[in-house]
């Protein structure tokens, strides 16, 4: 029944859903509700029944995408199934050895997995989004569709929340980047302060320790709020700023050829960011071991 999924009951005129108890006409194929069926006790198209109609789903109504993976029925429109996040328009995923095949993987950032990305965002294709995106562009969309469905732009990001200077930059949204690392220097300051007052080194200048205290406090939930923020909209962050980069590459293009050429050329994140923070890693992996072999 579920090909009748949106349409409309004949009798009651009401959206048929798939929690309904729905009955088709043998005759035409026309779908009710059962209880609608029941008490009128006919098809409403029975006059037409001996001339050969036959009832075909509205051409305004579209049938439900049913997902490959978990079977969820979800809006046509959809790039990535609502419930556990699969392309809706692409081959299920094949379970890896072990894996639970009655719960469908949520990596629906496996690029391997045959995909079309279709239409628009901000007025841009959604194959050039995911050109310029890079291998999470599956993650991306599926979050740019959402916000556009819900009408507002948040969402989360847990690496920008615990991490945002290294996420914008890693995204190449340069300015951002460089405000979150401004906003962590100027906001560590007091906590450094009283560090070294603690530590009893000298101050050039004169310090209320009982103000520093409060200062450090309201400093320490500032910081925890503007990295919750930073989780909450740095999707919707790095979609305006990389619409607005498109904009721009296409305007300043001489033609489409040579447009989709400097998007391939330069598309993807910034990989030098990864190399950074995988070396910062390491160095800070080392210096604690030393530290731990001279105590």
């Known amino acids: 029944m579920h090909n009748y999924v949106g349409c409309e009951c004949p009798i009651c005129k009401q959206e048929l859903t798939e929690r309904d108890d729905i009955v088709v006409c043998p005759e035409c194929g026309a779908p009710y509700h059962r209880e609608c069926y029941e008490k009128q006790g006919e098809c409403v198209y029975r006059p037409m029944h001996g001339g050969g109609f036959e009832w075909h789903r ?6 439900p995408a049913i997902c490959p993976a978990c079977g969820t029925h979800c809006d046509s429109d959809n790039i990535f199934c609502t419930q556990c996040g699969q392309p809706l328009h692409g081959e ?39 050109t310029y995106i ?12 959402r916000q556009d469905q819900n009408g507002n732009k948040i969402g989360f990001t847990l690496s920008a929340a615990f991490f945002a200077p290294y996420y914008f930059f890693y995204r190449k949204v340069w300015l ?31 310090v209320n320790t009982l103000t520093l205290s409060r200062i450090v406090s309201v400093t320490s939930v500032l910081v925890t709020v ?12 790095y979609r305006w700023h990389s619409a607005k980069v498109l904009r721009r590459w296409k305007q300043e293009a001489s033609s489409e050829e040579a447009y989709q050429m400097r998007l391939r050329a330069k598309a993807g994140p910034c990989r030098a ?8 890693s390491f160095f800070t992996m080392l210096s604690t071991m030393f530290g731990v072999f001279l105590l």
């Open 58 to 63: 509205p051409a305004a109504v579209k049938a």
């Open 92 to 130: 299920a995923p094949q379970p890896a050895p072990g894996q639970n095949s009655a719960m469908p993987g949520a990596d629906f950032l496996n690029t391997a997995q045959p995909f079309e990305f279709t239409g628009s965002f901000d007025g841009i294709p959604a194959s050039e989004w995911a």
């Open 134 to 145: 890079g291998t999470s562009a599956p993650y991306y969309l599926y979050h740019f569709r």
């Open 176 to 206: 951002v980047g460089i405000l979150a690392v401004l906003l962590n220097v100027g906001l560590s300051i007091p906590g450094m302060l009283a560090m070294m007052v603690e530590a009893g080194i000298a101050l050039p200048f004169a």
């Open 226 to 237: 503007i990295n919750a923020l930073w989780g909450v909209f740095a999707v919707a962050i």
């Open 273 to 280: 960011v990864l190399y950074v923070i995988i070396g910062m």
